[in-house]
Protein backbone atom coordinates (compact mmCIF):
# COMPACT_ATOMS: atom_id res chain seq x y z
CA UNK A 1 0.00 0.00 0.00
CA UNK A 2 1.55 3.34 -0.95
CA UNK A 3 1.68 5.94 1.73
CA UNK A 4 -0.08 9.43 1.67
CA UNK A 5 3.42 11.12 1.03
CA UNK A 6 4.49 9.54 -2.00
CA UNK A 7 0.46 10.60 -3.56
CA UNK A 8 1.52 13.92 -2.02
CA UNK A 9 4.71 14.03 -3.86
CA UNK A 10 3.43 12.57 -7.21
CA UNK A 11 0.75 15.64 -7.21
CA UNK A 12 3.28 18.01 -6.89
CA UNK A 13 5.72 16.59 -9.50
CA UNK A 14 2.02 16.57 -11.76
CA UNK A 15 1.88 20.14 -11.05
CA UNK A 16 5.60 21.39 -11.01
CA UNK A 17 6.46 22.70 -14.69
CA UNK A 18 9.80 22.23 -14.62
CA UNK A 19 9.63 18.50 -13.42
CA UNK A 20 6.93 18.50 -16.45
CA UNK A 21 9.62 19.78 -19.01
CA UNK A 22 12.16 17.82 -17.60
CA UNK A 23 10.50 14.71 -18.39
CA UNK A 24 9.19 15.49 -21.59
CA UNK A 25 12.56 15.96 -22.71
CA UNK A 26 13.95 12.95 -21.09
CA UNK A 27 10.93 11.39 -23.40
CA UNK A 28 11.64 12.78 -26.54
CA UNK A 29 15.07 11.95 -26.52
CA UNK A 30 14.58 8.20 -25.32
CA UNK A 31 11.77 8.44 -28.59
CA UNK A 32 14.96 10.20 -30.93
CA UNK A 33 17.19 7.43 -29.53
CA UNK A 34 14.61 4.70 -30.66
CA UNK A 35 14.38 5.96 -33.91
CA UNK A 36 17.82 6.31 -34.38
CA UNK A 37 18.77 2.85 -33.46
CA UNK A 38 16.04 1.55 -36.04
CA UNK A 39 16.96 3.50 -38.99
CA UNK A 40 20.66 2.68 -38.58
CA UNK A 41 21.27 0.23 -40.80
CA UNK A 42 18.97 0.87 -43.14
CA UNK A 43 20.59 3.29 -45.14
CA UNK A 44 24.35 1.56 -45.22
CA UNK A 45 27.27 3.24 -47.48
CA UNK A 46 28.04 2.67 -50.69
CA UNK A 47 31.24 3.24 -50.80
CA UNK A 48 32.67 0.84 -48.66
CA UNK A 49 35.98 -1.24 -49.97
CA UNK A 50 34.96 -4.88 -49.80
CA UNK A 51 34.40 -7.89 -52.55
CA UNK A 52 30.75 -8.61 -52.12
CA UNK A 53 28.57 -8.55 -54.76
CA UNK A 54 25.13 -6.62 -55.17
CA UNK A 55 22.78 -9.26 -54.50
CA UNK A 56 25.23 -10.23 -51.94
CA UNK A 57 25.20 -7.07 -50.48
CA UNK A 58 21.23 -6.43 -50.68
CA UNK A 59 21.15 -10.01 -48.52
CA UNK A 60 23.62 -8.80 -45.79
CA UNK A 61 21.89 -5.64 -45.52
CA UNK A 62 18.17 -7.46 -45.52
CA UNK A 63 19.40 -9.37 -42.95
CA UNK A 64 21.00 -6.70 -40.92
CA UNK A 65 17.68 -4.45 -41.26
CA UNK A 66 15.63 -7.65 -40.08
CA UNK A 67 17.68 -8.28 -37.14
CA UNK A 68 17.05 -4.39 -35.70
CA UNK A 69 13.60 -4.59 -36.51
CA UNK A 70 12.76 -7.48 -34.16
CA UNK A 71 8.39 -7.80 -34.21
CA UNK A 72 6.77 -6.90 -30.95
CA UNK A 73 7.12 -11.32 -30.28
CA UNK A 74 10.62 -11.46 -30.64
CA UNK A 75 11.36 -8.12 -28.75
CA UNK A 76 9.36 -9.33 -25.65
CA UNK A 77 11.24 -13.00 -25.95
CA UNK A 78 14.30 -11.42 -25.96
CA UNK A 79 13.25 -9.04 -22.99
CA UNK A 80 11.97 -12.10 -20.80
CA UNK A 81 15.30 -14.03 -21.27
CA UNK A 82 17.42 -11.05 -20.75
CA UNK A 83 15.09 -10.94 -17.49
CA UNK A 84 15.47 -14.16 -16.51
CA UNK A 85 11.60 -14.91 -17.02
CA UNK A 86 10.95 -18.66 -15.74
CA UNK A 87 8.69 -20.68 -17.59
CA UNK A 88 5.30 -19.03 -18.33
CA UNK A 89 2.42 -20.76 -16.43
CA UNK A 90 -0.87 -18.91 -15.76
CA UNK A 91 0.80 -18.02 -12.09
CA UNK A 92 3.92 -16.46 -13.64
CA UNK A 93 2.65 -13.13 -13.44
CA UNK A 94 0.98 -12.74 -10.58
CA UNK A 95 -0.80 -9.59 -10.12
CA UNK A 96 -0.38 -8.27 -13.77
CA UNK A 97 -2.88 -11.22 -14.30
CA UNK A 98 -1.10 -12.54 -17.84
CA UNK A 99 -2.44 -15.77 -19.09
CA UNK A 100 -0.30 -18.22 -20.32
CA UNK A 101 -2.43 -18.34 -23.50
CA UNK A 102 -2.13 -14.44 -24.28
CA UNK A 103 1.69 -14.65 -23.70
CA UNK A 104 1.75 -16.95 -26.17
CA UNK A 105 0.02 -15.21 -28.78
CA UNK A 106 1.89 -12.22 -28.42
CA UNK A 107 5.63 -13.97 -28.14
CA UNK A 108 4.08 -15.62 -31.26
CA UNK A 109 2.92 -12.50 -32.77
CA UNK A 110 -0.01 -13.93 -33.60
CA UNK A 111 -2.10 -11.61 -31.43
CA UNK A 112 -4.44 -9.67 -33.67
CA UNK A 113 -4.40 -6.42 -31.58
CA UNK A 114 -2.47 -5.41 -28.77
CA UNK A 115 -4.13 -4.03 -25.55
CA UNK A 116 -1.81 -0.98 -24.27
CA UNK A 117 -2.59 -1.97 -20.52
CA UNK A 118 -1.90 -5.52 -20.52
CA UNK A 119 2.01 -4.30 -22.63
CA UNK A 120 2.22 -1.89 -19.30
CA UNK A 121 1.38 -4.32 -16.83
CA UNK A 122 3.95 -6.93 -18.45
CA UNK A 123 6.56 -4.35 -18.51
CA UNK A 124 6.18 -3.42 -15.12
CA UNK A 125 6.45 -7.28 -14.38
CA UNK A 126 9.51 -7.42 -16.20
CA UNK A 127 10.62 -4.33 -14.89
CA UNK A 128 11.70 -2.54 -17.85
CA UNK A 129 13.42 0.63 -18.48
CA UNK A 130 11.73 3.59 -19.55
CA UNK A 131 13.57 3.09 -22.79
CA UNK A 132 12.24 -0.50 -23.46
CA UNK A 133 8.38 0.36 -22.67
CA UNK A 134 8.17 2.94 -25.20
CA UNK A 135 9.94 0.44 -27.68
CA UNK A 136 7.43 -2.01 -26.69
CA UNK A 137 4.61 0.15 -26.92
CA UNK A 138 5.92 1.82 -30.35
CA UNK A 139 5.97 -1.71 -31.77
CA UNK A 140 2.49 -2.73 -30.90
CA UNK A 141 1.49 1.25 -32.57
CA UNK A 142 0.80 3.13 -28.99
CA UNK A 143 3.00 5.30 -27.15
CA UNK A 144 3.20 6.75 -23.56
CA UNK A 145 2.76 10.83 -23.85
CA UNK A 146 3.83 13.43 -21.20
CA UNK A 147 0.52 15.33 -22.08
CA UNK A 148 -1.69 12.75 -20.88
CA UNK A 149 -2.04 12.78 -17.13
CA UNK A 150 -2.17 9.03 -16.87
CA UNK A 151 0.91 8.36 -19.13
CA UNK A 152 2.69 10.46 -17.01
CA UNK A 153 1.99 8.71 -14.15
CA UNK A 154 2.99 6.00 -15.50
CA UNK A 155 6.32 7.67 -16.79
CA UNK A 156 6.71 8.81 -13.46
CA UNK A 157 7.22 5.40 -12.09
CA UNK A 158 9.11 3.74 -14.99
CA UNK A 159 11.41 7.04 -14.07
CA UNK A 160 12.07 6.34 -10.56
CA UNK A 161 12.12 2.55 -11.00
CA UNK A 162 8.64 1.63 -8.50
CA UNK A 163 7.59 -1.70 -10.32
CA UNK A 164 4.77 -1.75 -7.71
CA UNK A 165 1.71 -2.37 -10.11
CA UNK A 166 -0.46 -2.17 -6.67
CA UNK A 167 1.21 1.30 -6.04
CA UNK A 168 0.54 2.60 -9.11
CA UNK A 169 -2.88 1.33 -9.47
CA UNK A 170 -3.44 2.88 -6.12
CA UNK A 171 -2.24 6.26 -7.32
CA UNK A 172 -3.91 6.28 -10.63
CA UNK A 173 -7.58 5.62 -8.98
CA UNK A 174 -6.49 8.33 -6.31
CA UNK A 175 -6.35 10.56 -8.84
CA UNK A 176 -9.30 9.60 -10.43
CA UNK A 177 -7.58 7.84 -13.62
CA UNK A 178 -8.05 5.25 -15.52
CA UNK A 179 -7.43 1.65 -14.19
CA UNK A 180 -4.69 -0.28 -15.78
CA UNK A 181 -7.02 -3.37 -15.44
CA UNK A 182 -10.16 -2.33 -16.74
CA UNK A 183 -12.11 0.32 -19.28
CA UNK A 184 -13.50 2.32 -16.37
CA UNK A 185 -12.42 4.97 -13.99
Known amino acids: MINPTKIYKLSRVLNSTSEFEKLRLRIETIKQEIRLEESEFTNPSSTMGHNLSNAQLRQLEHSIVQKK ?41 TLPTFEKNKLIRISFFLKLSLKQVITLLNKAGFTLSEENSRDYVIIFFLENKLYDIVDLEEILLSMDMRSLFTNSR
Open 69 to 109: TLSLGKYLKMLAVEKKLPPVNDDTFGIATINKSYWSKLIND
